[in-house]
């Protein structure tokens, strides 16, 4: 057995140098002897019993570019490889791109998240996160790499922050005031219904139970391949009960609209609105009239905080608005539950310490 020994700025390393039927193999630079040869060990018990894992020597940036588009396609959605792909151009790619894979360290990458904390949201970083971590896993996968540093790096929790909402007079103004527009049923089922954008787009009449008081959110548009697919998550797909008073609405529109057309927003040709100018829309009417300016997003937090206001059971509202679980929801609208905590406390005082006459 040998050892390399290699003279360089900082000092002595070592590492292991095992030829193995006409094949040379290299391990890690240690800086004691002792390590490499207990390196040197290891790599030929691991080639006797055929468990040793030559690294591949590739590129983050060649690995990002094969995983997303050999991959990546048959896991998820374009929209999401898409985001995927960007935060990675913007914050990663610049820092570790031209590096080879096996070479990335846990520490170096948390030591970068730790920086792009404090310019970037944690959603932003935890997207970076699943990237990079879904691309080592691969390559550990295909045997290119020893095992995926992203298992130690620490993995930021989302920092939910208070949503720009509306209040309740802002809303019913806001639907007064939309209301000569073609696309007003657009808005008003977004802040009756809390549905998000694509799930308002994928709404087809018969996802609706007229009889039954039934709406049945079971799939979303995507506007970049324009076209209906799934939805965000498995939890997206659920159903919502119906009023008398949104289902008078409901019916009224079906009954005027100008195109037959299985879609419940369409546009005056049977089409999809565009998501720009349904932002043009909602940012005239604002403007003209005074209101508060919000993104159609916002729509869907108004919903769930007047829910919440209202003093409905979050798992409820959880399950209307399709999220995964109540926890997701509490987190989001913190700022809401915080309110209820405290007037529930309140009440509770005024019944418990009142003295009766």
């Not at 040793?52 to 020597?57: F, I, L, T």
Request: glycine content about 4%; charged content about 25%; aromatic content about 12%.
């Amino acid at each position: 057995m040998t050892v390399q020994e290699i003279i360089g700025k900082k000092g002595k390393k070592f590492r292991a140098n095992v030829y193995w039927k006409g094949e040379r193999f290299l391990g890690k630079l240690r800086s004691s002897k002792k390590q490499a040869e207990s390196d040197e060990r290891r790599i030929y018990v691991q080639l006797e019993d055929g468990t040793y894992v030559k690294e591949k020597v590739i590129t983050l940036d060649e690995a990002v570019q094969e995983f997303f588009k050999y991959i990546a396609p048959n896991q998820m959605k374009a929209i999401t490889i898409k985001v995927y792909l960007d935060s990675y151009k913007l914050h990663v790619s610049p820092v570790f791109g031209k590096r080879k894979l096996n070479s990335i360290k846990p520490l170096e990458i948390q030591k970068l998240w730790n920086r792009k904390q404090s310019s970037l949201a944690n959603s932003t970083i935890i997207k970076m996160h699943t990237c990079l971590n879904q691309v080592f896993g691969y390559y550990v996968e295909m045997d290119y790499l020893k095992e995926n540093p992203m298992k130690k790096v620490r993995r930021l929790s989302p920092n939910y922050k208070e949503a720009e909402i509306w209040s309740r007079e802002e809303a019913i103004l806001f639907l007064e005031k939309v209301e000569p527009y073609q696309s007003y049923i657009v808005f008003w089922i977004a802040l009756n219904f809390g549905l998000r954008y694509g799930e308002c787009m994928g709404l087809l009449w018969n996802d609706i139970d007229f009889e039954n008081k039934v709406m049945h959110i079971q799939r979303a548009y995507h506007e970049n391949t324009s076209s209906l697919g799934s939805l965000k998550t498995a939890n997206s797909n659920r159903k919502i009960y119906l009023s008398e008073n949104q289902l008078i609405v409901l019916k009224t529109h079906k009954q005027n609209q100008r195109v037959d057309t299985d879609l419940v927003c369409s546009n005056s040709l049977g089409g999809f609105f565009m998501a720009r100018n349904i932002r043009r829309v909602m940012s005239e009417v604002c403007r003209k009239n005074g209101i508060k300016r919000i993104t159609f997003h916002q729509l869907r937090h108004t919903h769930a905080t007047f829910f919440l206001s209202m003093k409905e059971s979050p798992k409820v509202i959880s399950e209307r608005l399709g999220h995964a679980d109540v926890k997701t929801t509490l987190s989001i609208y913190q700022h809401v539950t915080k309110q209820i905590h405290e007037e529930s406390s309140n009440r509770f005082d005024e019944f418990f310490y009142s003295q009766t006459s």
